[in-house]
């Protein structure tokens, strides 16, 4: 049965030909795009927001809905928190930047060296991306290797992707291999004669075996190359300090970012301060990378850590959200899908790509926005209101799935 059309698709599609008129596929973020979030060229949604709070998000039509996307996992603490606010607008009332760093950045740096327990030393940067190209670009100059071993996203940088454009002498210094598969990490580890460093997302839809990280540890010891953990989504999430924290594993260099700012535009590389130091010897630079709003985000998030098991709660209502979806899908007989993740980043897989896009089309009409084919998170905003608005969201959805289906 075809997918019917979203009642305020008219308003979507009109915002939508201006966005193309003016924004190269419409978004500047791959997973806002329409094809990301709907599954194909029109929207079947809303593309645009109006307002956020909580974990409520206004479309540009007015109409609210309750966010199990949060910013794509940047907003832990709950969209426009108020303590964050007020520390960014404080920042920017006593001007954001200067000729000078501001003292903010030290006093960041200090505490995230206390809160990571790889960190002695820090580098600030905007996004992810950047954080994790950095830690890279330093562990290259730290051993004096080019060869890099990965698993996990890292982000769009030309070092680890394959996408057009990028050189073909630049894609041979990275190899790619599965997630959790031992075996083929010692494989790769075998075959890299210059090999600089291993990198892994710790976390990628499960948690990983306990062998994984410990091998990834001795493998690195073993040929002198750098462990980087990319905890972009894990720092502050997982654990305040990232999936290291819980592993006992500890890496050479970690990239962090989303949560650290609860949705301002901060990340950091840090490390251990033999190796940090090496990027002293290289050029990694940004004019804002330590701009004091982000910085001041950052400042009342580590605030919010410091009062309270952010990570617990997270877990807790993670947890609380995967339990009435998978009611939902249990009671609608519905054999389509399934939950995967873990509690604080959850998703719902799809037999079909199909049958997924038609999921988040029918949420939306029920209040609700879901992530199609990625991570749901979990924020400290939803509430047990929110968490029954899910659950009703869910359980007309896949009941209409089911009729569909049937």
């Known amino acids: 049965m075809p997918a019917r059309a979203f009642d305020g698709a008219m308003g979507s599609e ?30 079947r949604g809303p593309l645009h927001f109006r307002s956020a709070h909580g974990c409520t998000v206004t479309a540009a039509d007015g109409r609210s809905y309750i966010d199990c996307t949060m910013a794509l996992g940047s907003v832990a603490l709950g969209y426009a928190d108020p303590a964050v606010t007020d520390a960014v607008a404080a920042a920017a009332r006593n001007g954001n930047v200067s000729a000078w760093s501001p003292m903010l950045e030290i006093e960041v740096a200090e505490r995230l060296c206390a809160a990571i327990p790889c960190a002695e030393r820090v580098r600030f940067l905007k996004t992810g991306a950047e954080a994790i190209a950095a830690a890279v670009r330093i562990a290259r100059t730290a051993t004096g290797r080019s060869v890099v071993i ?35 990490l010692e494989r790769a580890v075998a075959a890299a004669d210059d090999l600089a460093a291993v990198v892994i997302e710790p976390v990628i839809e499960r948690l990983p075996g306990d062998a994984w990280l410990r091998r990834a540890r001795e493998l690195c010891d073993a040929r002198g190359a750098v462990l980087i953990f990319d905890e972009i989504k894990t720092g ?60 001041a985000a950052a400042s009342a998030v580590l605030d919010r850590h410091d009062r309270e098991d952010v990570c617990a709660a997270l877990a807790r209502i993670g947890r609380s959200m995967q339990a009435v979806v998978e009611r939902a899908l249990v009671a609608s007989g519905y054999a389509g899908a399934r939950l995967a993740g873990i509690e604080p980043m959850w998703m719902i897989r799809f037999a079909t790509d199909a049958d997924g896009a038609r999921f988040v089309e029918l949420g939306l009409e029920h209040g609700v926005i879901f992530k199609r084919g990625a991570y749901n998170f979990a924020s400290l905003a939803h509430d047990d209101r929110a968490v029954a608005a899910i659950e009703a969201a869910a359980t007309s959805a896949f009941a209409t799935l089911a009729r569909e289906a049937a």
């Not at 939508?16 to 194909?40: D, M, N, P, W």
């Not at 940088?157 to 291999?177: E, H, I, K, N, Q």
């Not at 962090?256 to 130091?277: S, W, Y």
């Open 14 to 43: 009109a915002t939508h030909r201006r966005a193309v008129a003016s924004i190269v596929g419409g978004a500047s973020t791959g997973s806002k795009r329409v094809e990301a979030l709907y599954g194909g060229s029109e929207p």
């Open 150 to 184: 990965g698993c996990g996203y890292f982000g769009w940088l030309d070092w680890a992707s394959d996408a057009a454009g990028v050189p073909d002498a630049v894609r041979t210094g990275f190899t790619a291999v599965p997630f959790d598969d031992i075996l083929a």
């Open 236 to 295: 502050f999430r997982v654990r305040t300090g990232g999936y290291q924290g819980a592993s006992g594993i500890l890496p050479d260099l970690a990239a962090v970012g989303k949560a650290l700012a609860n949705g301002f535009p901060l990340a950091a590389v840090v490390g251990r301060a033999d190796v940090m130091d090496a990027a002293r010897r290289t050029w990694i630079s940004s004019t804002l990378a330590s701009e004091s709003t982000a910085l």
